[in-house]
T-cell receptor
Framework: GNSVTQMEGPVTLSEEAFLTINCTYT??????LFWYVQYPGEGLQLLLK?????DKGSNKGFEATYRKETTSFHLEKGSVQVSDSAVYFC???????????FGPGTRLSVLP | DTEVTQTPKHLVMGMTNKKSLKCEQH?????MYWYKQKAKKPPELMFV???????INESVPSRFSPECPNSSLLNLHLHALQPEDSALYLC????????????FGPGTRLTVT
């Protein structure tokens, strides 16, 4: 079946540190890949997406590249801020279903 | 406008009460979703409506009853809930083409006493 694996954390970084959150997937067909962010007490917000191999999604300084050969979609940011503290979910959606498959989420804490 | 709204924001109900959660979007999306999210867990899919018809029911207990009165509105009717049903209930919508992203509402925090 389809699945998403990501480092669960928590990840604790100092402000201005480099961030990587790993995400790998298993899917039939050709999935679209997404990163969502959830701030405390809120719903999920789409952070970025990629719909085909080698696509790079980017938004608010975050980037992720769809790597079909390694079935990965790792999230990176060059310099994190305290305001980036949140839970980050990697997700996929396949051509064969309407539902998303979410990873377990990675909690990020950024300290000043 | 990429906004999905949900009401109420918070709800406390007893196990014998009947209440409803509401969700609305005006993005012209024809697929709408209900998710349940427990603390420190990812959202779990409950129901999917596509073109106002129920297309996916993930074996949800009958005390949860979804309704899609039109293409912009989605309701979740609650009756005889259990304390373990306390969670954040999220609504989402998307274009029905299969690779489009979902847009989520802020959620309703439900507490069953």
């Amino acid at each position: 079946g389809n699945s998403v694996t990501q480092m669960e954390g928590p990840v604790t970084l100092s402000e201005e540190a480099f961030l990587t959150i790993n995400c790998t997937y298993t899917a039939t067909g050709y999935p679209s890949l997404f990163w969502y962010v959830q701030y405390p007490g809120e719903g999920l917000q789409l952070l970025l997406k990629a719909t085909k191999a080698d696509d790079k999604g980017s938004n608010k300084g975050f980037e992720a590249t769809y790597r079909k050969e390694t079935t990965s979609f790792h999230l990176e940011k060059g310099s994190v801020q305290v305001s980036d503290s949140a839970v980050y979910f990697c997700a996929l959606r396949t051509n064969y279903g309407q539902n998303f498959v979410f990873g377990p989420g990675t909690r990020l804490s950024v300290l000043p | 406008d990429t906004e999905v709204t949900q009401t109420p924001k918070h709800l406390v109900m007893g196990m014998t009460n009947k209440k409803s959660l509401k969700c609305e979007q005006h993005m012209g999306h024809r697929a709408m979703y209900w998710y349940k999210q427990k603390a420190k867990k990812p959202p779990e899919l409950m129901f999917v409506y596509s073109y106002e018809k129920l297309s996916i029911n993930e074996s949800v207990p009958s005390r949860f009853s979804p309704e899609c009165p039109n293409s912009s509105l989605l309701n979740l009717h609650l009756h005889a809930l259990q304390p373990e049903d306390s969670a954040l209930y999220l609504c989402a919508s998307s274009h029905p083409l299969l690779t489009y992203e979902q847009y989520f509402g802020p959620g309703t925090r439900l507490t069953v006493t």
